[in-house]
């Protein structure tokens, strides 16, 4: 999973959603139900997530999209140990990041 959004102070539900592959309506889902996502709201009550909030929003969705976890086993997870999950997720981006250049470079031979 490549989310590609700029770096911003502030991204918009629908930036998020897009990045993600998702519906908006799953990111206000999640949002009430993980206590980390807790983005801003503006006077007209529009969603404004921080940087931290995406980093937490890859985390819910590598737990409950790539490995299949339910709802109460990815809050779960997260509340126990946030490290390891955070490291984990880090350690396997850079290795897709690492296969996806050694592709590049394969198909360029």
Do not use: C
């Amino acid at each position: 999973m490549q989310i590609d959004l700029k770096d911003k102070r502030y991204y918009k539900i629908g930036e998020v959603a897009k990045a993600f592959g998702v519906n908006t309506s799953l990111i206000r889902f999640w949002e009430n139900e993980f206590e980390v996502l807790k983005p801003k709201k503006n006077k007209k009550g529009n969603r404004l997530f921080t940087p931290e909030d995406l980093e937490n929003l890859k985390m819910i969705y590598y737990l409950v999209k790539e490995k299949g976890f339910t709802l109460e086993g990815a809050k779960n997870k997260l509340k126990e140990n946030p490290d390891e999950v955070f490291s984990k997720h880090k350690i396997i981006m850079r290795l897709e990041e690492i296969k996806n250049e050694l592709v590049q470079i394969k198909n360029q031979l």
